[in-house]
């Protein structure tokens, strides 16, 4: 797992590589899992036998909205989170683009560059990142994603809403 340091210190990392995760494997009780969650019952996501015979994959994927997801869990695996943060928020993504899909059994993990980080007048440190998450063995990655955080210090006193001092 990475270490980022401090909040204090996240600023003089803008542009580099902040953290990589460990590998995840996308089996189908996980799409499955997801599937149900969502609701979404797609038969190219949850029916193995359809999926070899008719999909274009020749197998189950997993749901774009699924390796989405899987950023929160990435963020805390790769250690993403500067040591002195009492609690971080996820504030939203810029811009995300599914590449690739994630066939089933394959295994994926997300690259962290910093591209930005400014001081928020909450207290919090906002971050924005790039997230790419890799496929392995495939040239083309899953998603891009260009994803926002904010990263409260022990200190800081939030008010009402995170939005409340973020530019429109």
Not at 59 to 79: C, K, P, R, V, W
Request: a negative charge; hydrophobic letters at 40%.
């Amino acid at each position: 797992m990475a270490n980022t340091g401090k909040l204090t210190e996240l600023r003089a990392r803008v542009g580099e590589e902040i953290a990589v995760s460990p590998w995840f494997t996308v089996d189908q009780d996980h799409i499955d899992q997801f599937a149900r969650a969502t609701h979404d019952l797609d038969w190219m996501h949850i029916d193995p036998e359809r999926a070899k015979a008719e999909s274009p994959f020749k197998s189950t994927i997993a749901f774009g909205f699924q390796t989405l997801s899987m950023l929160s869990y990435f963020t805390h695996e790769a250690g993403l989170w500067p040591d002195d943060t009492a609690f971080g928020i996820n504030y939203g993504l810029n811009r995300v683009r599914f590449m690739a899909p994630v066939r089933e059994g394959k295994r994926i993990r997300a690259r962290f560059t910093l591209k930005s980080c400014e001081n928020r007048p909450d207290g919090a440190i906002q971050g924005v990142y790039e997230a790419v998450v890799e496929i392995e063995d495939e040239a083309k990655p899953a998603m891009v994603a260009e994803w926002i955080g904010l990263f409260y210090p022990a200190d800081a006193n939030p008010s009402d809403t995170p939005s409340d001092t973020a530019a429109a």
